[in-house]
């Protein structure tokens, strides 16, 4: 006899993994197909990377997740694949305009895992250069930022690895992944949300420091 969605949803919430895989088939196609792609975007994203990248979050984050009603799961999943979109656009927007600065390390720097490790630490907790001036609260704040990378999916993982830490192009990245460069940045913008909720904020490491 079919489940209906309702129980599904509950069997999901309370961890059953093969649940809500049923469930973003049911609602998954219906979501893939209202999602507006503009034309010069196409080559380098796809509905089924941003469908992908949702369906990865929507299992890391559904024990979480309120039911309010039979709407309220394929609305949550919307949120996230429109979400996962805007941040994919934005960032190959980006991209036509490189900023070099604003990255983590340079390809110059690539090589300096201590270093970049650092940088986006100090980054990802949103720490300043008055407060992060102690040596030692720094290197606390790298070791937690090596741990909490480990404690991420494989995909979030390897781009944060490849493109954070290593200093690869997105191209570079998109190659070495085998996914499109919307993909590389919808998986780096959820990796760094992870990864900001794993390390907290700067006061961890820094308060009272002299």
Known sequence: MAVDLETLL?????G???????????HGTVIRARLKIARKWRTV???????????????????????????SFPAWLTR??????????RELSRAKRPQPGR???TLAGAADFSNSTQRLALELVGATTATASRGAARAECEEA???????????????????DLQGLSVEETS??????KGAVFMLRARAHERLR???????QFFSGSA
């Open 175 to 180: 190659q070495a992944m085998g996914r499109s």
């Open 16 to 26: 059953d993994r093969n649940a809500l895989a049923e469930l973003m088939a049911a």
């Open 197 to 203: 909720e794993l390390l907290g904020r700067s006061s």
């Open 103 to 105: 990255r983590v390390v």
């Open 145 to 163: 930022l090596t741990q909490a990378v480990a404690r991420l999916p494989e995909d979030y993982r390897t781009v944060v690895r490849l493109y």
């Open 10 to 14: 509950d069997q999901a919430v309370g």
């Open 80 to 89: 996230m694949a429109e979400n996962n979109l805007k941040d994919a656009i």
């Open 45 to 71: 994203l796809e509905p089924d990377d941003v469908m992908q990248v949702t369906y990865l979050e929507a299992f890391l984050r559904i024990k979480s997740f309120v039911p309010r009603g039979p709407k």
